[in-house]
């Protein structure tokens, strides 16, 4: 064996291979088999196909294979060893000579089961620059469907975790200049700080890097294969001059969602400024990868009778000294649907069913045979007349707008709790109390529109009465004893409201926990991924940013 690399297979465990494999050095592969293309035959014959689970030995020789033929630059040889050759050559090919690898030391780590972890340090060369790109990723070893030959699942995460089926990884002139994000103050913005930040740093770059003004340098990158979705830059060989992008962000205020978000394994938030609509924060766990917090799609729970409040008050069907019946359940048109535990409240208010979070009688109020005969429309048209639900927001990085479609049936009844049909993220939602605070909507944004030449989506104001209702109702969820917000909200600052949200989701046992707030001229929103009730968890993580603002 050349090079002193030493290769050594015990119990199934792989060992460290001593010195590493780069390209142009000694081939694994032959240190594994031999050479011998009769490995896993008998007397040289080809043996009978097996069949069954992936053994343990297997999936060491195999893994230990594959990871020796790509180190060794042997793309046609790796992609043979995957259940997708046809992808996996082009993709490894493009690994060496798209990348501009020419070094790769790869060090597998303990299977567990079938997957195998292991360790990448690629050397990236290019014009005289050369850089180290360290990462960690995992593999999985299946049987194949017609040979039965155990094979590496071929996916493009195995060459980087963050690679989808349509990117590559690329070295050369960056396709934009650099930027520096800072926030409203000037302070930079980096991903290492605020790491939700990085993935709308990105794409900042990518929309705006030229109207910057910085200069280009070199780099390793994820070219995403589509212009809607940021690349995302790996390495910097040669640095070049930045421009600096200035966003709306509080860097004070995002810290404080970064660390209320991390506490959850799921979880978004976004704060708004209500008298601009400027987006003072946003902030995921997982912190890397999809933005929930603004392209997100969920039932919003509760949340959304603050619409439906405002719909009752805009047809006159009540406001918020008026009576309304809370039964512990209610039927619409064959469909029962009830409070939590079956509560009740005895000739309530619209404010004590607001405050209780009610949600029979924000149902029963508007039921089918109502006197008013309200339109099934009638909730998606106060969305977009008074809420901007709808519109097409123009923020400046991708999100995805609020939706209140049509609905019939029981569907309808489902809409006004937040239910049925209705779509939202946590923007969208920060924005209904930011339109409640400032008493008409404001489209929230993240860059000044002259950033892209953008044109903001526009909503009627709430009318006086309507917002006094809803600023009241707010204030007596968030204050009040028995509000279902009192508790998450006591050491915010007046003048301050709240509502709480709890989303039921088919396939999971605990419904999704929301809750939206303000407090002075800062409002928010988030929701936690199986959290419950929205004053138990999204509460205090709404709680932690309004106190930062």
Request: aromatic share 6%.
């Amino acid at each position: 064996m050349r090079s002193g690399a030493k290769v050594a297979i015990a119990g199934g465990v792989f060992a460290v291979v001593a010195g590493g494999v780069g390209y142009g050095g000694y081939n694994l592969w032959n240190g594994v088999t031999g050479g011998d293309s009769t490995v896993g035959t008998q007397n040289g014959a080809a043996s009978e196909r097996r069949s069954g689970p992936v053994t343990a030995e297997e999936t060491t020789a195999t893994s230990k294979e594959f990871l020796a033929a790509w180190a060794a630059g042997e793309s046609d040889r790796a992609a043979q060893l995957t259940n997708d050759p046809v992808t996996a050559g082009p993709a490894l090919l493009a690994y060496k000579e798209g990348a501009k690898v020419s070094k790769a030391v790869i060090t597998p780590g303990t299977p567990v089961g079938t997957k195998v972890p292991f360790t990448v340090r690629a050397t990236v060369s290019y014009e005289g620059a050369s850089k180290d790109l360290s990462y960690a990723s995992e593999l999985t070893v299946v049987r194949g469907q017609t040979t039965g030959r155990p094979l590496v699942q071929w996916k493009p995460t195995v060459l980087h975790p963050r690679l989808t089926a349509d990117a590559t990884l690329r070295t050369g002139t960056a396709k934009v200049a650099s930027v520096k994000a800072v926030d409203r103050n000037g302070a930079e913005l980096t991903k290492e700080k605020y790491p939700s930040l990085g993935v709308i740093i990105d794409t900042l770059r990518q929309r705006y890097g030229a109207q910057a003004g910085g200069t280009t340098g070199v780099e390793t990158w994820i070219d995403s294969g589509s212009e809607s979705v940021a690349d995302t830059p790996l390495l910097v060989l040669r640095q070049g001059k930045p421009g600096t992008i200035r966003t709306t962000i509080d860097a004070k205020v995002q810290a404080a969602a970064e660390k209320a978000v991390k506490a959850y394994g799921q979880a978004s938030v976004t704060a708004v400024e209500p008298s601009t609509g400027a987006i003072r924060a946003v902030a995921n766990s997982p912190a890397e990868g999809f933005n929930a917090a603004f392209q997100g799609q969920q039932a919003p729970g509760s949340t959304m009778k603050i619409v439906t409040a405002a719909m009752m008050m805009e047809h006159g069907i009540a406001g918020p000294g008026d009576r309304v019946e809370c039964p512990p359940d209610v039927n619409w048109l064959g469909r029962t649907f009830q409070n939590l535990d079956r509560f009740e409240i005895k000739n309530g208010t619209l404010t004590e069913a607001f405050r209780r979070s009610c949600n029979t009688a924000f149902i029963k109020a508007i039921g089918p045979l109502n006197e008013k005969n309200v339109a099934d429309t009638a909730l998606g048209e106060t969305a977009r007349r008074h809420f901007g639900i709808g519109a097409t927001w123009e923020v400046g990085v991708p999100t995805t707008d609020g939706s209140v479609p049509a609905s019939d049936g029981p569907e309808t009844a489902a809409s006004y709790i937040g239910q049925g049909k209705i779509t939202m993220n946590a923007l969208n939602v920060a924005s209904l109390s930011a339109t409640v605070k400032n008493g008409g909507f404001r489209q929230p944004y993240l860059v000044a529109k002259e950033y892209g030449d953008r044109e903001f989506a526009t909503a009627e104001r709430l009318p006086g009465e309507i917002a006094s209702g809803l600023q009241k109702m707010m204030r007596s969820a968030a204050t009040a004893p028995d509000g279902t917000a009192t508790k998450a909200m006591a050491g915010v600052p007046s003048p301050k409201g709240a509502k709480t949200g709890s989303a039921e989701v088919d396939d999971q046992g605990t419904s999704n926990s929301w809750f939206t707030g303000y407090s002075g001229d800062l409002a928010a929103a988030a929701v936690v991924q199986a959290g419950g009730h929205g004053g138990d968890a999204a509460g205090p993580v709404v709680a932690q940013v309004l106190k930062a603002g």
